[in-house]
Each structure stands twice: as structure tokens, then as C-alpha cells.
């Protein structure tokens, strides 16, 4: 089974703080994606790579960088936490985006700004 | 703003009944609508898709279906389950660069 790991299912960060967000997956995938989950608007897509040390912007990156060193982990980071980042994040990761592919969701974290 | 829209934001079905949620979209660019489902607690999962090219996909209680010259797409919960209450997400995916848009999600009750 494809397992994607999220390193916090909960945090509380205060305004300002450098936040580190971490995901792992174990199926040698090589595509990975950071979204925001928020009632009434969905999942939106912040940042995603296709290959190690590569990242693409997705719909909402103000606020967000992104690292990707090793294939199977991406990390999410918000330089300056406010707390209009106050959310539900969610990482995926799928094998191979020019065919029908699947996209594998870890549980998520639920991160808190105060 | 949201590329697909889905409606309607929440229902409530009883047991053996039919769930409806509808899903619309403008970008001619979409050529790929996969639907997820999220149990709380967890992330969201693949339920089933449609390629434009079918116009209904049926496995097992679930059948989507599709409506290219309209831009609408819709899935159908056959015979609801409690073990179906979930959020329910449409979403598709761009040609151009693969990303997918996720509708805003439909929280399905079903009433034993």
C-alpha cells in the first residue's frame, strides 16, 4: 500500500514563527503536491514538484516555500506564519502525471496560528 | 477563483437511498474528472473517474456521469450506506500542466 506520512497530525505556531511542514512517501513516487484544505473552498493547490530539486508555484503560494532534496520527501514552509494560514494541510503523491494517475493523500496536519 | 463548482455543500440521505452531487466546469482544458472521498480524520481518497470520451462509469454503487457539451459532471451514490458518510470531492485535471482543481466538497450524511 502507498503510504504518505505527515510529520504532525496537529500544531500550534504563534504569528511570525518559521513553520516546517514534513512529508514522506515510501512508493518511489515521482511527483509530490502540497495543498490547503478550507471549509467551502475545497482543496487548493500551493506548491508541487516533479523531480527532486524541482517545484512548480500551484494556485496559492504567497506565504509558502517549498523543499524537495530527497525524492521521497517534500517539505512545506511558511516564512512568517499569520494566522490567515490557520488550516488543514494535505500532502499526495502519485506515480506519473501524463497518464491517468492517482494522486495518494497523507491524513494531514491541522495547523493552528495564533 | 474555484474552476469547478460543486454542488450542493451538504445532504442528507436515508439508508438505501440515492445520493446526487453535481459538478460543472468552463476550462475547455479539463480532460480527466476524478472524484475523492474523505472520511474524518483522514485524507481524501480516489473513488472513481471519467475521461470526456464516456459519458457514464458505473463501479458498484457509484456511478458518475457526464455531460461534455454541457461542462457537467455529477455522481450518483446508489443504495446509500452509513459507511458512505463522507465528504465527497469533484476535481479535474488541467492537460496543460496536470494540475488538478478540486471542487468545495459535498459532506454526504446517510441516516441509518
Known amino acids: 500500500d502507498v503510504k504518505v506520512t505527515q510529520s504532525s497530525r496537529y500544531l500550534v505556531k504563534r504569528t511570525g514563527e518559521k513553520v516546517f511542514l514534513e512529508c514522506v512517501q515510501d512508493?518511489?513516487?515521482?511527483?509530490m503536491f502540497w495543498y490547503r484544505q478550507d471549509p467551502g473552498l475545497g482543496l487548493r493547490l500551493i506548491y508541487f514538484?516533479?523531480?527532486?530539486?524541482?517545484?512548480e508555484k500551484g494556485d496559492i503560494p504567497e506565504g509558502y516555500s517549498v523543499s524537495r532534496e530527497k525524492k521521497e520527501r517534500f517539505s512545506l514552509i511558511l516564512e512568517s506564519a499569520s494566522t490567515n494560514q490557520t488550516s488543514m494541510y494535505l500532502c499526495?503523491?502519485?506515480?506519473?502525471?501524463?497518464?491517468?494517475?492517482?494522486?495518494?493523500f497523507g491524513p494531514g496536519t491541522r495547523l493552528t496560528v495564533t | 477563483q474555484q474552476q469547478v463548482k460543486q454542488s450542493p455543500q451538504s445532504l442528507i440521505v436515508q439508508k438505501g437511498g440515492i445520493s446526487i452531487i453535481n459538478c460543472a466546469y468552463e476550462?475547455?482544458?479539463?480532460?480527466?474528472f476524478p472524484w475523492y472521498q474523505q472520511f474524518p480524520g483522514k485524507g481524501p481518497a480516489l473513488l472513481i473517474a471519467?475521461?470526456?470520451?464516456?459519458s457514464e462509469k458505473k463501479e458498484g454503487r457509484f456511478t458518475i456521469s457526464f455531460n461534455k457539451s454541457a461542462k457537467q459532471f455529477s455522481l450518483h451514490i446508489m443504495d446509500s450506506q452509513p459507511g458512505d458518510s463522507a465528504t465527497y470531492f469533484c476535481?479535474?485535471?488541467?492537460?496543460?500542466?496536470?494540475?488538478?482543481?478540486f471542487g468545495a466538497g459535498t459532506t454526504v450524511t446517510v441516516r441509518a
Open positions: 499526495a503523491s502519485s506515480l506519473d502525471p501524463s497518464g491517468t494517475y492517482e494522486q495518494y
Open positions: 512508493m518511489d513516487h515521482e511527483n
Open positions: 514538484s516533479y523531480d527532486v530539486k524541482m517545484k
Open positions: 476550462n475547455t482544458a479539463f480532460d480527466y
Open positions: 471519467i475521461r470526456p470520451d464516456v
Open positions: 476535481a479535474a485535471r488541467n492537460q496543460n500542466d496536470y494540475k488538478l482543481s
